[in-house]
């Protein structure tokens, strides 16, 4: 702790406050050295020091940029805890503050905070007694009112900052003793906003913070968590509106007066009113008398505004209003609370037909104050519905919120506020229940939801004609200065999403019946309007998904009309009408499936107008709009492909398929589409071609479109070295990917790869018809792997057809003549440039073939597994790894593999690398662990699960009583490998339990419950104990964990090594409680490290 005041504590030099004063200008002069002055200021701000520097520095006539780093040095420490030794901090920073009634504002504000920041460590008891002295002493002269209202407005903030490093108790009883002085509070505040113009913004300012204060009241917060926490709405209002009046004070009187007037009043004084009628209708949200007298001063002053205002934009229905110009701001402002009142808008009109509906049903006149009531409402939903059509994306995103508002309050889909006192249990109020009440009662809930769509559904009948007005292009887009389309897009989804809601309300089928209306208008007016059609597309397809397929008329004949519009060739809105076209399709692609006549007629349009058409459209303003256009088109005719496939190839007698396949295979040969969208085509080829029943067909069709995207291959080949270069091979690419062509290619080759299964009443081919395709065009393959390793994608997508390929065919796959030429040639490519997905694509290849049951196929599988594992395991022993990635997918394969009995049994009885792999293995394990448990974590864990493997193998309860010879000869040969067959650096089993000591020892330090080493070690451990290796494991665990360096080699006397080895076979059973007992192992080490690391 220092010392505040002129006397305050040692000064780190002599000179302190001549250092502070040279690095606080290098700060903001020397910019070469910024980082240097800033490291320096910093670790002066954190010396006790520093408070009478500070006192000095604030008490001395100085620049700003002093002053400012001397007021915050003071919050900093304030907010740290850092307090003083002696004297009345309040009373000192009220003195400082003297002298900067005036400003710099930005050091007024720093002392301000602090001031607030040293009343949070006092005793609770005081805070009333603080607050009325600091309001006391800032209110006594005129000069002084700006810093009041600072001062008022900032202690809502900082009572909610966990910058302040105070407990969080602490923080909410300041809150609440500081509600308890609201009322003296908005007194001050009604008293300084008469002092001049200036105060009076800043006075409405600080009167909703303190508004908003009021979330902190306990009694409310425990209601509002009662209300997420339901889900149902209970009612809650905060103190000052329950107590009624709120609505005449003067403040939210003005307020809502300005807010009325906002055509002409300053626009920063209608800031900050919105501010206030903001914060005040966010303080209920029932509607009993009190709670709707404040509502509808609020719904009233917003309306009035509108009137004034909102005849000035209407001629921003149709043309796009200058973003930042003064009308948008005075419409942020009404906007702002346009869409805060969706949900009061809900809650009220629903309350105002129950009442008028219970009065009538008594036989008594509906209340006084209802047509009131719905006239303020209607004119309300009236303002809203107008900012949603305004072409300007920030406003019309105003009422947007509105609707979506009176969706969620219909849908009770309310989202939890952020309580920045949630830290402290809830203290229970009073909790009623209404309509929305705490009950989650379903059939209530249907019942309530039942009886609001009548009320609701002309407003959203009247929501979704003005959402489609908003999502209109403007008919010239180049020509709208204020036009952006990247946000326009972005606005359209947000529209989307409240029409896709009020389907809920108005039913789907309105919404298509009322664009079908619109469409027939539309086409009856010559020209054709283009953002019309476009904007009923986009409205149809939001809600198609909620409306049952085939039910209506107006998609069908929008469908139908798609080929006969009049598409345009030049400016944005040829590629934006093109763009609904594709969207059109893309989301009715199930129709079409069902209903083959349509289909064939989009069919032909796709490849014959539409997708040709766009390459040679005009490039938007926006660089990605036409890239856009493309992807939405490729993906509309890919889905129409994959959705109809099955009847594409029986439409016209079996013959429409040829056409449609010979016209994309155009389409994809074609450079001037992105190299994506042609992949999405080649996708949709392979879907059609995949359905066919006829293979030969099928061989056919695919063999010409290989040798088709063969072709543009010949300029690539002709600059080939003669031989490969192997792992000298660099990128040439501009981009350093692989070229395009040889991408196509082989998703040409790889289309067809998701064939349904073939019905059994035809006959059987002699040979799948991709492997011939593959086999046919081998050598192409060939040649592309091989001298375009380099290209990391470029293989990896090789490795993956190869995958979907061989999967799909695996019943024809073992015998085709080249499946090991692809294993081989994947080998090769692998050994220039490593990669983990060749490891990948083999432990896949084991997967499918390894149940086979040929003895051919078992000796290609283990000797690929060697292929492949074998260069990494003596990559360990030469002391120079390979990646983490790659040796992590080599040891997945190779526990893969030796999963299979079949595998195992030939690879550890035959194969010459398995015993120096186990070898390796066992060395490498503890050494990585030892090197960077975070980095080989992975490999680590694939080591031991190939261990394991092996392990269980040599236990006879793994067989579960099957006694083949192939088993038992395999229960030998995994026994002797373990404990007989001498192996390069000495017999398995002992180096083994050694090694998993030293895998404990090396994941102590970085927490031992962390990761999957521990884990994986108890399991090595248990299969251990488990089967034929017992007697020996548990003998040489103890010396194991003895021969661990020290400290830890002593961390475990022998009595307690012996009753840790009981232990472990008792619970060997138990797979949870073996490893929890690892654990232990393992965090005693880590104990006794970090022991001995404090007392070195």
């Given at each position: ?15 302190a ?48 940029v002093?002053?400012y780093?001397?007021?915050h ?63 006391k ?8 009112i700006?810093?009041?209202l ?23 009883v ?27 913004v ?28 339901a ?25 809502a ?13 209608c ?32 309306v ?7 005849p ?69 939903s ?82 979704v ?20 389309w990247d946000?326009?897009?972005?606005f ?5 999403i ?85 969207r ?40 990605d ?33 040829r ?77 350093g ?39 046919k ?7 592309v ?21 061989l ?14 030429p692809?294993?081989?040639?994947m ?16 432990r896949s ?8 049951g ?14 492949f ?61 030892e ?41 030998r ?16 089993l ?23 080493v521990?884990?994986?070690v ?79």
């Amino acid at each position: 702790r220092g010392r505040l005041g002129p006397g305050g504590g040692r000064l780190m030099a002599a000179d302190a406050k001549a250092q502070v004063l040279v690095h606080i200008h290098g700060l903001h002069k020397d910019f070469a050295n910024t980082q240097a002055h800033s490291d320096w200021l910093q670790h002066f701000q954190q010396a006790t020091q520093a408070w009478g520097v500070v006192h000095e520095l604030l008490s001395e006539a100085n620049d700003e940029v002093v002053h400012y780093f001397a007021a915050h040095t003071l919050v900093t420490k304030l907010q740290a805890g850092h307090l003083p030794s002696s004297g009345s901090i309040s009373q000192e920073l009220l003195r400082y503050l003297a002298n900067f009634w005036r400003g710099p504002a930005a050091v007024r504000r720093q002392l301000v905070v602090a001031l607030i920041d040293s009343a949070l460590w006092q005793a609770p008891e005081q805070d009333g007694h603080w607050l009325a002295e600091c309001i006391k002493q800032l209110s006594e002269r005129v000069e002084a009112i700006p810093c009041l209202l600072e001062f008022l407005a900032a202690i809502p903030e900082e009572a909610a900052n966990r910058k302040v490093v105070v407990a969080a108790q602490r923080r909410t009883v300041f809150a609440t003793n500081m509600l308890q002085h609201s009322g003296h509070v908005f007194e001050a505040l009604c008293k300084a906003s008469v002092t001049n113009e200036q105060c009076n913004v800043g006075a409405l300012h600080a009167f909703a913070r303190w508004l908003h204060l009021q979330h902190a009241d306990p009694a409310l917060r425990a209601m509002k968590k009662a209300t997420a926490k339901a889900t149902t709405g209970i009612r809650f209002s905060a103190d000052v509106v329950a107590k009624g009046g709120l609505h005449e004070h003067p403040l939210v009187q003005q307020a809502a007066q300005t807010i009325g007037a906002i055509a002409k009043a300053p626009l920063e004084l209608c800031r900050a009113c919105g501010d206030v009628l903001s914060e005040a209708q966010g303080l209920t949200n029932e509607a009993t008398p009190q709670a709707r007298a404040v509502l509808l001063l609020v719904v009233q002053a917003v309306v009035e505004g509108s009137r004034q205002l909102l005849p000035m934009t209407r001629a921003n229905l149709e043309t796009w209003m200058d973003q930042d110009g003064e009308l948008a701001a005075r419409a942020a402002v009404l906007g702002r609370l346009v869409g805060e009142l969706g949900a009061i808008f809900c809650r009220l009109t629903v309350a105002d037909h129950a009442q008028a509906a219970a009065a009538t049903a008594n036989g008594q006149p509906p209340p006084s104050n209802g047509a009131a009531s719905e006239a303020a409402l209607n004119a309300l939903s009236e303002a809203a519905l107008h900012f949603c059509a305004l072409r300007h994306t920030d406003l019309a995103k105003c009422g947007l919120d509105f609707w979506y508002a009176v969706l969620a309050q219909h849908l009770v889909a309310t989202t939890e506020e952020d309580d920045p006192f949630d830290e402290e249990v809830q203290i229970g109020g009073k909790i009623g229940t209404d309509g929305w009440g705490q009950s989650r009662d379903q059939e209530a809930e249907q019942q309530r939801r039942a009886e609001e769509v009548p009320i609701l559904a002309p407003h959203m009948k009247r929501m979704v004609q003005a959402h489609w007005q908003a999502v209109r292009y403007p008919a010239e887009p180049e020509r709208e200065a204020y036009f952006d389309w990247d946000e326009f897009v972005r606005f359209r989804e947000l529209c989307s999403i409240n029409i896709t809601e009020a389907c809920l309300v108005v039913t789907p089928r309105w919404i298509i019946d009322h664009i079908g209306t619109l469409l027939e208008q539309i086409c009856s007016t010559q020209p054709i309007a283009w953002q019309d059609i476009d904007a009923c597309v986009f409205v149809l397809t939001g809600v198609a998904s909620r409306a049952p397929a085939g039910q209506d008329t107006v998609i069908p004949k929008l469908i139908e009309l798609l080929p006969s519009l009049p598409y345009h060739t030049e400016g944005f809105k040829a590629l934006l009408f093109r763009n609904a076209a594709s969207r059109l399709i893309l989301f009715t692609s199930g129709y079409l499936a069902l209903n083959p006549e349509p289909c064939k007629q989009i069919l032909r349009f796709l490849t014959v107008q539409h997708l040709p058409a766009i390459p040679a459209l005009p490039p938007g303003p926006d660089k990605d709009a036409k890239k856009y256009c493309e992807a939405i088109a490729c993906d509309a005719m890919k889905m129409v492909m994959t959705a109809a496939r099955k009847g594409i190839v029986t439409a016209d007698n079996g013959t429409l398929w040829r056409d449609v396949i010979s016209a994309v295979i155009t389409l994809v040969a074609d450079p001037r589409y992105n190299v994506d969208c042609r992949a999405q085509l080649v996708f949709g080829i392979g879907q059609v071609l995949s359905v066919l029943e006829n293979w030969d067909e099928l061989e056919q069709m695919l063999s010409i479109f290989v040798a088709r995207m063969e072709e543009p291959l010949g300029p690539i080949f002709a600059a080939l070295p003669a031989e490969p270069l192997g792992s000298r091979a660099q990128k040439t690419t501009s981009d350093g990917k692989a070229p395009l062509e040889l991408k196509l290619y082989i998703a040409a080759v790889s289309s067809v790869y998701n064939m349904p299964p073939r019905s059994e009443a035809l006959p059987r081919p002699d040979h799948h018809p991709v492997l011939a395709v593959v086999e046919k065009h081998f050598a192409t393959i060939e040649r592309v792997c091989i001298h375009h390793t380099q290209y990391d994608e470029l293989m990896e997508q090789v490795c993956l057809a190869f995958s979907y390929i061989l999967g799909f065919s695996r019943s024809y796959a073992a015998s085709s003549p080249v499946f090991v030429p692809m294993m081989k040639l994947m080998a090769r490519c692998c050994e220039y440039h490593p990669q983990p997905f060749y490891m990948g694509l083999v432990r896949s290849v084991i997967g499918f073939f390894a149940a086979a049951g040929s003895a051919q196929l078992d000796s290609i599988l283990v000797d690929l597994t060697g292929l492949f594992v074998a260069p990494v395991a003596r990559s360990f022993s030469m002391g120079c790894p390979l990646t983490p990635p790659i040796n992590t997918a080599s040891y997945e394969m190779l526990a893969e593999a030796l999963r299979h009995w079949n595998l195992a049994l030939l690879a550890i009885r035959n194969a010459s690398w398995l015993p120096e792999t186990l070898d390796a293995t066992i060395d490498a394990l503890p050494r990585l662990c030892e090197d960077n448990q975070v980095v080989h974590e992975r490999t680590i864990c694939a080591m031991m699960r190939f261990l394991r493997n092996v392990l269980l193998w040599a236990d006879p309860s793994t067989c579960k009583g099957d006694t083949s010879p192939e088993l038992l000869e395999l229960q030998r040969q995994a026994q002797a490998i373990i404990v007989e067959r001498p192996l390069a650096r000495g017999v398995a089993l002992p180096r083994l339990v050694e090694a998993l000591a030293r895998l404990l020892a090396a994941a102590a330090p970085n927490g031992p419950a962390k990761g999957e080493v521990v884990p994986g070690v108890a399991e090595v451990l248990r299969t251990l104990l488990m089967g034929p290796f017992e007697y020996q494991a548990s003998g040489g665990l103890p010396a194991a964990l003895r021969a661990l360096p020290s400290p830890l080699g002593g961390v475990l006397a022998e009595p307690e090594q012996q009753r840790l080895v009981q232990q472990l076979k008792m619970e060997k059973a138990d797979s949870r409680r073996f490893t929890r007992t690892v654990l232990g192992v393992a965090e005693q080490f880590a104990v006794t490290l970090k022991r001995a690391q404090f007392g070195a």
